[in-house]
């Protein structure tokens, strides 16, 4: 598997754990403070495991800050 694919599919886990991180926000009573925790946490390592490209930023990253956001 090449590093492109490999940077697609991480980030569509992380756009996945976005919405899962989103809906918890909106329903908070849904999630405990470790699930909280858990999600975001889980957000953060899938991104940071998708490589930077020669302007520093990660694939995706747009498309990922929206989804934090509620916009995707």
Known sequence: ??????????HGMSL???HIWREGYAN???LSNDQWDAVMEAY?????AITKDENGKRFGS???????QGEL
Do not use: D, L, S
């Not at 598997?1 to 991480?10: D, G, L, S, Y």
């Open 16 to 18: 996945v754990i976005a």
């Open 62 to 68: 747009k498309a990922a800050y929206k989804a934090m």
């Open 28 to 30: 908070r009573g849904n």
């Open 44 to 48: 953060i390592h899938v991104r940071r």
């Open 1 to 10: 598997m090449n590093e492109q694919t490999v940077n697609e599919i991480f």
